[in-house]
């Protein structure tokens, strides 16, 4: 009989221990970030505000700066380069200011200088690491840097005038850049279109 009631005993206790570590498992918050909602597979991530609050605020910013990352030679600066194509259709059709400064890492990941447009899309200008950091703290203006992928869960951390996009892998760039601008921009899809039909009539 007493074999039989450590049994039991023992039998609840171990139910009780599972209940109660299912119940903490689901009410526990194991996100890193403060704010978190999914879009079409994305992650947008903050410990700032509600997402949808700071791409409002970043609607109203007149220059935005596209940084994406890139390597001095490699097929992933094709992928980079489509992103710069993308955010700019859609922010110059918006009548935005738009300043890409491409960021040019080295094997290590270290960044090794900036290439920059300065806004003017006939230019072309080489920065030293220092010069490209000093530009690119400038919280003034809406920064949007796009980094190589993780091999992780596609995310877009934000914070105030800054979007920090990092893709799970090369073929997905393209994708979650077009979310982004889709979130920033309502019309997005729009504007890219009609930009594909006037460029298929040339």
Request: one cysteine or more; glycine letters at 4%.
């Amino acid at each position: 009989m007493k074999k039989e009631t450590y049994f039991y005993i023992t039998a609840i206790v171990a139910v009780l221990i599972v209940v109660l570590a299912g119940f903490i498992f689901i009410n526990l918050d194991l996100s890193d970030y403060k704010y978190s909602v999914e879009r079409e597979g994305v992650r947008f991530v903050s410990n700032s505000a509600q997402p949808s609050e700071l791409l409002s605020e970043m609607r109203n910013s007149k220059t935005f700066i596209i940084s994406p990352q890139f390597v001095e030679i490699g097929s992933e600066n094709t992928y980079m380069v489509s992103t710069i194509t993308l955010f700019s259709t859609v922010l110059i059709a918006k009548g935005k200011d738009v300043i890409v400064v491409g960021r040019v890492l080295d094997e290590k990941g270290n960044l090794i200088k900036c290439q920059t447009n300065l806004g003017n899309v006939k230019t072309n200008e080489e920065l030293s690491v220092e010069k490209c950091n000093q530009l690119l703290s400038d919280n003034f203006n809406t920064r949007i840097f796009i980094s190589f992928p993780t091999g992780k869960t596609s995310l877009v951390e934000l914070e105030p005038r800054t979007i920090k996009i990092t893709p799970s892998s090369f073929t997905d760039i393209s994708h979650v850049s077009f979310v982004v601008a889709k979130a920033l921009y309502e019309d997005a899809e729009q504007i890219i279109e009609q930009v594909n039909i006037l460029v298929d009539r040339l």
